[in-house]
C-alpha cells in the first residue's frame, strides 16, 4: 500500500505535468491521457486520485492559488508607509499573474472546489486588508465592499481584455490606465480629515476599519449596531432615512 507522503508526491508530480501541458497547449492539451504519460503513469492512476478530469482540474487551480498566495503574502506588508501605493503593487500583482500565466488563471476563476474556495477566500482576506488599512487612513471615498468588487472588477477585466486584444495591439499603456483609472474611483487624492469634512461618511469608514473584533467595553449586540449604524453611514454620509 503506497504511503502518504508516496501518495502526496505522485499527485504533486501529476498536477505539476497537468500545469505544463496546460499553459503551453490549452485546456485540450490537458487530457487525462497526455497528463498521464508526461507524469510517466497509467491513466487508471488519475481517476484514482481524482476522479476524473474535472477532479484534476480542481487540483491544479488549487496549485494555482498555492503559488499564487505564496507571492501574495511575501509582498504583504502589515504596516505599510503607503497603503494606495500598497493597492496599485497589489493590482498589478494579480495582473502581472494573469497576463503571463492566462490558462491556469482561467482554470483558477472556474474553480468550484473547497480547496480552491478556501485559497480564493484567503485571497480575498489579503485585499479587504488593505482595503481595511485605505478606510482606517481617511483615504477611501466609497464604501469598503464596494471598492473591493471594484478593485477585482478591474483587475480581472484588464486581463480578459489583453488577452482578447490581438498580441499585435497590445499596449502596456492599457493596463496602468485601467489600474489608475481603479486607484482614482476608491481613493482620495489626499487622506480625508474628518473634522474637517461636511459629512461623517468617512469618519464611519475609518472607525469601522479600526474597531478591533472584540471591543472589550460593548457586548455582542452593541458591537453588532455599531457596526449595523457605520456601515449605513459609510455608504451614504448619514443622509436620514424616510
Given at each position: 500500500m503506497a504511503t502518504r507522503d508516496s501518495t502526496d508526491s505522485l499527485r504533486r508530480r501529476i498536477v505539476e505535468a497537468a500545469v505544463e501541458l496546460l499553459e503551453n497547449g490549452g485546456p485540450d492539451a490537458a487530457?487525462?491521457?497526455?497528463?498521464?504519460?508526461?507524469?510517466?503513469?497509467?491513466?487508471?492512476?488519475?481517476?484514482?486520485l481524482f476522479g476524473d478530469k474535472d477532479g484534476l482540474l480542481e487540483a491544479v487551480a488549487e496549485h494555482g492559488y498555492a503559488q499564487f498566495l505564496e507571492r501574495k503574502r511575501a509582498q504583504l506588508d502589515p504596516a505599510p508607509q503607503d497603503p494606495?501605493?500598497?493597492?496599485?503593487?497589489?493590482?498589478?500583482?494579480v495582473v502581472e499573474f494573469g497576463v503571463r500565466r492566462p490558462e491556469l488563471f482561467a482554470v483558477m476563476n472556474r474553480a468550484t472546489g473547497r480547496g480552491s474556495d478556501a485559497a480564493h477566500h484567503a485571497g480575498l482576506e489579503i485585499l479587504h486588508g488593505r482595503v481595511r488599512r485605505l478606510a482606517a487612513g481617511g483615504w477611501l471615498r466609497?464604501?469598503?465592499?464596494?471598492?473591493?468588487?471594484?478593485?477585482?472588477?478591474?483587475?480581472?477585466?484588464?486581463?480578459t481584455t489583453w488577452h482578447s486584444t490581438p498580441?499585435?495591439?497590445?499596449?502596456?499603456?492599457l493596463l496602468a490606465v485601467l489600474r489608475e483609472s481603479m486607484v482614482a474611483?476608491?481613493?482620495?487624492?489626499?487622506?480625508?480629515?474628518?473634522?474637517?469634512?461636511?459629512?461623517?461618511?468617512?469618519?464611519?469608514?475609518?472607525?469601522?476599519?479600526?474597531?478591533?473584533?472584540?471591543?472589550?467595553?460593548?457586548?455582542?449586540?452593541?458591537?453588532?449596531l455599531l457596526r449595523e449604524w457605520l456601515?449605513?453611514?459609510?455608504a451614504d454620509g448619514g443622509a436620514p432615512h424616510a
Open positions: 487530457s487525462t491521457r497526455a497528463v498521464a504519460a508526461a507524469a510517466g503513469v497509467q491513466p487508471p492512476a488519475i481517476y484514482r494606495v501605493e500598497e493597492l496599485r503593487r497589489g493590482w498589478d500583482m466609497v464604501d469598503e465592499e464596494l471598492a473591493a468588487q471594484i478593485i477585482q472588477a478591474t483587475g480581472q477585466g484588464a486581463v498580441a499585435d495591439r497590445r499596449n502596456p499603456a474611483a476608491v481613493t482620495r487624492a489626499e487622506p480625508a480629515v474628518p473634522a474637517a469634512e461636511s459629512g461623517p461618511a468617512a469618519a464611519a469608514r475609518a472607525l469601522r476599519a479600526a474597531l478591533p473584533d472584540d471591543a472589550g467595553v460593548l457586548s455582542d449586540a452593541e458591537q453588532r456601515t449605513r453611514l459609510a
